[in-house]
């Protein structure tokens, strides 16, 4: 899916403009054409375009006075600046004060051509950098383990970075490592030299996840104090991954459905729409056709997602990969903390390897880190461990009690929502029934624990 090339003209020659207009339409560029600075200023302020051909020499305000104009309006729109023969000394004057570049009359078309894709590729790279240099993003190290499911793993991953999927929708509970996925399938395709931007459905207010994806013009709403660009603006060319897309608020499935069929997107508050060309990974460790039974996601959203799955494994299901974790983590947070790093006796490493793992990676990372912050260097015994892990022979004990008293095959979501809704109960009551407290606790946002308890019916 290519996207189409939006180009302003500004010159007062309207035979130029027109030429010009035609031949940039024959390469497949959509043109407006304006004669004048001030036409100009009052296009840009209503339509989105990718670039700017503004002519040095204006009747009213000249070219120096539209660049102006257009930086005030605080929206990132590259400008090649022509000039006529002679000009040349004002154009460079202009590419100090904010032009991309310049272009002297008369030019070759390959010439303009060549000079507008450079100027768009230096562009967006300026808007990858700035959005990196704000996310801190630190490339992952890649995916870790040998057994049997990592090995499937692995090979699924190499055959969808490479395939023309440009929907792709990852299934695994929480804290598998989805996002070190979606990187593994952006860091091995064509795409790997432009963005990978990730975005967190669940950890964004409701009322701002349209603008964060889409963008916004400057006063489209009450705190929009300039213009805002979108994530998928950022991912052009590139991958743009959304985690916990079962988190993706009703009302903004059918803009992102649109945006997924042809990759038109319309930013919040501007009169025309814009395109993306985007490889788009979803996450999620919900059952969504069982959220879309429950009328809580789009049904042609979910099967627009479900072409292309891949399946993560839960890290019980890894064996000795757990220990190959352990060692890995361990290296790299004593790097971090500038000590020796952690050991493990044989009782200890046992007992890791048995453990059930239910926040998956992401708990033995964490388990990795405090060992390492409070133990620097010394090998971990047994008694060393958290209390969680002494009680597991207990705990397997009361489970088996459990199974033999409860109703026999009870639905698995069931047991879910039961757990989940004693989970929120719990958070709630040591927020004394403050929601934003309680959001806080269970580490989502409070629109993520609103639609928890509309679901759970807890309201």
Avoid at 250 to 272: I, S, T, W
Avoid at 289 to 312: C, K, S
Avoid at 403 to 430: C, F, K, N
Wanted: glycine fraction near 6%; include cysteine.
């Amino acid at each position: 899916m290519s996207k189409r090339i939006s180009i302003l003209i500004v010159d007062d020659e309207e035979s130029f403009v027109r030429s010009l207009s035609f031949a940039l339409r024959t390469e497949g560029m959509d043109v407006t054409g304006v004669h004048s600075g001030e036409d100009a200023f009052l296009v840009v302020r209503k339509q989105q375009f990718d670039i700017i051909l503004l002519d040095l020499r204006l009747p009213g305000a000249d070219g120096m006075e539209v660049l102006a104009s257009i930086q005030k309006l605080d929206i990132s729109i590259p400008v090649i600046m022509i000039s006529a023969h002679g000009d040349t000394r004002a154009a460079v004057h202009a590419v100090k004060n904010g032009a991309a570049d310049y272009l002297s009359k008369p030019f070759e078309l390959d010439e303009l051509i060549h000079t507008i894709k450079t100027t768009l590729d230096q562009s967006q790279v300026a808007l990858e950098l700035d959005y990196h240099r704000r996310r801190d993003v630190v490339p992952t190290n890649g995916l870790i383990g040998e057994c049997a499911a990592m090995s499937a793993l692995r090979t699924t991953i190499d055959r969808v970075a490479q395939s023309s999927a440009s929907r792709i929708l990852l299934l695994g509970e929480s804290g598998t490592g989805k996002a070190l996925v979606a990187r593994a399938i952006h860091s091995q395709s064509p795409r790997k030299d432009r963005a990978f931007v990730e975005v967190n459905c669940a950890a964004l207010p409701e009322q701002l996840i349209e603008s964060e994806l889409f963008g916004a013009e400057k006063g489209s709403y009450t705190g929009a104090h300039q213009k805002r660009t979108g994530l998928v603006r950022l991912a052009d060319g590139g991958t743009l991954f959304l985690d916990e897309i079962g988190e993706l608020p009703l009302a903004l499935q059918a803009k992102f459905l649109h945006f997924l069929e042809n990759g038109d997107y319309r930013p919040v508050g501007a009169e025309r729409s814009a395109s993306a060309d985007v490889r788009v990974i979803t996450a999620t460790n919900r059952d969504l056709a069982e959220q879309v039974r429950l009328g809580h996601f789009r049904e042609d959203l979910f099967y627009r997602l479900n072409v292309i799955t891949i399946d993560i494994p839960a890290l019980r299901e890894r064996g000795e990969d757990i220990l190959s974790l352990v060692t890995h983590f361990a290296d790299r947070q004593a790097q971090a903390e500038g000590c020796h790093p952690i050991q493990f006796d044989t009782e200890t490493r046992e007992i890791l390897h048995a453990h059930q793992w239910r926040g998956n990676v992401r708990e033995l990372k964490n388990l990795i880190e405090r060992l390492t912050i409070l133990y620097p260097g010394k090998t971990i015994s047994a008694d060393l461990l958290p209390g969680e892990f002494h009680h597991q022979d207990d705990v397997h004990q009361t489970n088996e009690i459990n199974r033999s008293t409860s109703p026999p095959h009870p639905q698995l979501q069931d047991r879910l929502d039961v757990t989940e809704r004693h989970i929120v109960q719990d958070a709630l009551e040591q927020a004394d029934g403050h929601k934003g407290r309680a959001a806080e606790i269970l580490g989502i946002s409070r629109h993520a624990l609103k639609r928890r308890l509309q679901r759970l019916g807890l309201q």
